[in-house]
């Protein structure tokens, strides 16, 4: 590749789509799409058993589900703050990044070519992604271990926020494609349903369903503080607030009337 093509970017220069796509400065991947894909798996796999050994460490009596939360939001905390963090903070230079998070960009680009243009909606989503929710993501994790209550609240936040963001990333390609024929991803079927479909699907599936859980949890929460605060009402406040009225009337008669009786006797 020329210099000319790699400062201005030029037709069939690069795989993606459109082929007549202008990347200025754009370099190659040379690092060979197993080796990519094996080394995201790997880490993946690495976040998921520190987490595991620290979450037994911690809490040896950890359920299974509480587990898998934890591993899922320590993963989601590398990703979010690290690797989408990356993006936002390179995203003018995207085309000519030649390092491993760089390539692994470009490899998924092939299936969504915003991530090589500046698009304002992807910087802006996935910066928003690595500042709040990549933090956040680390906080709930540990407090899943911790088994402290917060992590519900926290739990429904981040998750509906990455559903949010999900969802929008979703619409705004199909929309683009259906109303201005604005096309982003690479003909080939395994680009669309592979990387833009399933690996994006992962959070709008477990988001949701951990909104499902954390709901339930803080719904029989409030129940419970409800029938409490109930049973402490009716301790206090008297059944029959009639009854209580004549008991105590009749009771001052009967003290007057001895009043009276005593009164006669002297």
Known sequence: MSLANNLNGSKASHPYYPPDLVLPGFMPNEIPVPTLITFFAGAAGLVFWVTSVLARTTRSSISKTDLLTAMWFML????HLFFEGY???????MPTRTDLFGQLWKEYAKSDRRYLTRDSFTVCMETVTAVAWGPLSFLISWLVIKDHALRHPLQIA?????????????AIFFFDETVYGVV???PESFYFWAYFVMLNGFWIVIPGWLIY????EVTKAVR?????RKRSTKSILPVDT???INTCGNAARTLTWDV???????
């Open 184 to 186: 982003y991803c690479r």
């Open 242 to 244: 009639k009854k209580m």
């Open 260 to 266: 009276k009786a005593v009164r006669g006797f002297q």
């Open 76 to 79: 989601c905390g590398f990703i």
């Open 224 to 228: 419970f503080v409800q029938e409490a």
């Open 87 to 93: 993006f936002a903070y390179h995203n003018g230079a």
């Open 213 to 216: 859980l954390s709901t339930v």
């Open 158 to 170: 981040v998750s509906l926020g990455q559903m949010y963001g999900d969802v929008l990333y979703y």
